[in-house]
Each structure stands twice: as C-alpha cells, then as structure tokens.
C-alpha cells in the first residue's frame, strides 16, 4: 500500500494515513475509514516523499511505529497494526533535521536500511539503455514506426548532465521521437522543453580529459 506524502494535502494526510471513525469531522463517511497504514496490515507501506510529512504528523507516526499501534482520528481506543515501512525522499533526510524540517528520531527508526539510489551522472551506462527504453515505449504511443538513435544522438544522450534524472531523460525522449522526421533520432532532434539542443556536459568531459592527461603523464 503506497502514500505520496508530498501529494495529500496537510489537512488529508492524517485521516488518509490513520484513518478515521463515521463524524470525526465534517465530511467523514458515515462507516468512517481504516486508512492506508490498516489496509498494509501484515504487508507494507510505502511511504513516498517522507520529507513532505508535517512533522507534528511525524510524532504521531514515530508513536505507530515504537508501539506497533495506531490511533485513528475520532477513534477512542488504539488499534494494534503489524507493518514493514519503506520510505523515500528526494532530499538528504539528515540535512532536514538539522533544518528542523524532519525529526531525528523518527530518521532513526526508519533508517534500518538507506538504499542510496546515485543520480544518472553517476551511472553512464544506464543511459543508453534508458534511452532506447524510452524511445521504444513513446514511438509506440504515438503510433510511429520504430525509432532508434543514431549513433551521435547516443553519444550526446551519454554525455549530458540530465539533472533531473530519469524524468527528463524520459521527456526529452519523448520529445526526440516526436519531432523525429524518419525511423533515425538525430542530435537536433534532442531538445530541452523550451526548444534548446541538449547539450553535452562540457565541464564533466573537461575535467575528464584532465584526468586521463594526468594519469597518462604518471
């Protein structure tokens, strides 16, 4: 069972967390809810982009955890839950808490395991599969025929700095099949979403090259 933390407003996030009883508030069922943390009972919740919680919110989640039980909103009694949390965040969790922004000991509870997944920079190999990957999925979308890069728009899709990761990766892949005239995805075919070419991250290669000069002078 998943929660997009970042996605239920302040003002949901507890009753669709935690559930509530029939007139807890205005608006509520009249069978009320059990929320998504009873509905993983014996499984697990997801809880994506943690960091988004309120963190009078993360109090109440912390107690949950520590005693295995849960207080609906409205209810009278604690209700025993047995779940596994996993939870992500797209921001570096020990620098919230230093922020105020997150609380160490609910980062403490949680971090049994820290699954680090590194930025796209960091995995050049991945690229050209991702890529064909998407040009594949859109091509079909869109009902095109089959679409490939060439081999320079490989190269300048391997050596782009894609800041935002997967994501623009995939929409730029999107874009290059689109604007694609026949089967063969050009370099000027790969465009940032305001019409600029993508460029190559110049300053990696640079510093690149300066490395191998390095090493080859050794």
């Not at 982009?49 to 963190?55: K, R, T």
């Not at 109090?59 to 207080?71: G, P, S, T």
């Not at 599969?129 to 300048?156: M, T």
Request: neutral net charge.
């Amino acid at each position: 069972v998943s929660v997009n933390c970042a996605s239920v407003p302040e003002t949901l996030i507890e009753s669709e967390l935690f559930g509530y009883e029939e007139g807890a508030f205005t608006g509520a069922r009249k069978k009320g809810s059990i929320g998504k943390i009873l509905q993983a009972n014996g499984g697990t919740l997801l809880l994506d982009e943690i960091s988004e919680m309120d963190i009078r919110l993360q109090a109440k989640l912390l107690r949950a955890i520590q005693e295995r039980e849960i207080d609906r909103v409205g209810g009278s009694k604690p209700v025993p839950v047995n779940i596994r949390i996993i939870a992500t965040s797209n921001r570096i969790l020990q620098e919230a808490v230093i922020r105020g922004e997150f609380r160490k000991d609910l980062l403490y509870r949680l971090n049994v395991m820290n699954l680090h997944i590194p930025p796209l920079r960091e995995r050049p190999r991945d690229l050209a599969s991702l890529a064909d990957y998407f040009v594949n999925k859109y091509a079909i979308a869109n009902g095109l025929s089959h679409r490939r890069l060439s081999d320079a728009a490989s190269e300048r899709v391997q050596s782009a700095a894609w800041l935002g990761n997967v994501r623009e990766l995939e929409n730029a892949m999107h874009r290059a099949v689109i604007l694609a005239r026949g089967e063969e995805i050009s370099v000027g075919d790969l465009r940032t979403p305001d019409g600029r070419p993508v460029q190559a991250n110049t300053l990696d290669a640079t510093a690149e090259r300066a490395v191998n000069a390095a090493e080859a002078a050794i």
